[in-house]
């Protein structure tokens, strides 16, 4: 089904950090301070209440593009109820799940009777659209006197331990919900559990999918669906990993620009150049704290060099300058960013370097390199992008060098090295030994990601 588009106008950081506190949230026993500390620590300074807001108003968008984009559920529904108090009087929340353990429905309701177990059923052929081949439940009779109204044909299955499948089910609510320490109404009770269940859906490892390789890739399929829920996938699903495009940002870049009062150096150009690849919520963050930034530092306008600081505290995070390196290792840091600025400026048809720092920023970041494209690419021969990879193994090649030995601050180098060497031999068909072809087959699977599928 198609995917409803989530806005995020309006608000002052990227969307995808917004999708990231929600996902939190709902992926992992935390509560909102928890997530606060959590962004903190990343250098992101947003209030819990922030983050509910964010929860309240995305969370329920996202999750609901997941839940229509979920593959076709099993032909076994284990049907069971719980007890749940919200707001102090006691509800009921009935739960259906597939043998898979998917969970399918969740309703909360004041009774536990025909009606409420007829609810759930009706609920569940109109969301599916067929009825299963055999419902499971426990002895409570509301479940046969409802099925004998809905689907008499169908095949029903009572006993006290056949439905343990679904009791299970409850187990992470329920450890969630002493985190929560209670709900304060039924609606929200009933919005998160929806939340709950479908974000827990979507990154749960199924059973039949327990090696450790298939666990990786459901894990990269997961956080594809995420993206592609939350409407930013957008951003990163080319095919082309080499570079993020130079898109044409100035004239939304002009509309953030009006409410700054900017110095006569700033041109709207060089911003754009300095920026490519991102969205309006990007640029719209980027006017934001360049604006900070010269209410710091007392200025009375934006200059130049706010939006160059803002744009890298937004790539490479903050400074942290209370991680102190020995000389050993500023010197190791020092001749490995040297190595990507010499290779790069060697090299033809590589995007000219920008600046060279070795301040640590962000969480495992000692250094940086930032290069700036002078012009909008979309195509780049196999040439380029063999210069593209050895500008990103030139700081690894500077250790040998100079030191003799290697040290892991390129592992984030080579993990780019290798999405372009795969992406050029199984996607693009410039490998001379294995020929024009496409290694990478179309998958049954909805979820695109940038590793081979090997399933079935």
Not at 30 to 35: F, G, P
Not at 404 to 418: E, Y
């Amino acid at each position: 089904m198609q995917t409803s588009v989530i806005i995020f106008k309006r608000h002052r950081f990227p969307p995808q950090l917004i999708a990231h506190a929600v996902w939190l949230y709902l992926r992992f026993n935390l509560s909102l301070r928890e997530v606060e500390e959590m962004l903190l620590e990343r250098g992101i300074d947003v209030s819990y209440e922030t983050v509910r807001r964010w929860i309240a108003k995305f969370g329920p968008q996202i999750t609901r593009n997941l839940r229509r984009r979920q593959a076709r559920p099993g032909d076994i529904w284990y049907l069971d109820e719980v007890v749940v108090k919200c707001a102090g009087e006691k509800f009921w929340l009935w739960r259906a799940v597939d043998q898979h353990g998917s969970v399918l429905e969740e309703i909360l309701q004041k009774r536990r009777d025909k009606r409420a177990a007829k609810r759930l059923l009706v609920a569940l052929m109109k969301r599916y659209g067929f009825a299963p081949k055999r419902i499971i439940t426990d002895k409570l009779r509301s479940y046969g006197a409802a099925k004998a109204e809905v689907a008499p044909g169908l095949d029903h299955w009572s006993h006290k331990g056949l439905n343990n499948r679904a009791e299970n089910s409850h187990l992470p609510f329920r450890k969630r919900e002493r985190t929560m320490q209670g709900h304060r109404s039924p609606g929200a009770l009933q919005r998160f559990v929806s939340m709950h269940s479908a974000t827990r859906n979507c990154f749960s490892v199924p059973s039949r999918r327990r090696a450790a390789h298939t666990i990786r890739y459901h894990r990269l399929e997961a956080f594809d669906a995420w993206k592609i829920a939350a409407c930013f996938a957008s951003i990163s699903t080319s095919p082309w990993p080499f570079r993020p495009e130079k898109l044409n940002v100035t004239t939304p870049l002009n509309v953030h620009l009006k409410k700054a009062k900017l110095a006569p150096d700033v041109e709207p150009e060089k911003i754009a150049a300095l920026s490519p690849g991102f969205t309006g919520a990007d640029l719209a963050n980027l006017v934001n704290e360049a604006t900070l930034l010269a209410t710091r530092r007392n200025a009375g306008a934006v200059t130049m060099e706010d939006f160059n600081n803002a744009v890298e505290r937004i790539v490479a995070r903050l400074e942290k300058r209370n991680r102190l390196l020995n000389p050993k290792e500023r010197e190791i840091v020092a001749y490995h960013e040297m190595g990507h600025a010499l290779v790069a400026m060697a090299l033809p048809g590589v995007d000219p370097v920008h600046k060279v720092s070795i301040i640590p920023r962000g969480i495992g970041a000692l250094g940086y390199t930032i290069q700036r494209p002078t012009e909008d690419r979309f195509l780049m021969t196999l040439e380029e992008l063999e210069n593209k990879m050895a500008v990103l193994l030139g700081g690894r090649a500077a250790e040998k060098i100079v030191f003799g030995h290697l040290s892991p601050g390129a592992a984030d180098d080579l993990a780019k090295v290798t999405d372009i060497a795969r992406a050029i031999v199984t996607r693009c068909g410039m490998s001379e030994r294995l020929g024009h072809i496409a290694l990478e087959k179309d998958r049954r699977l909805f979820l695109a990601t940038d590793q081979p599928y090997y399933g079935p």
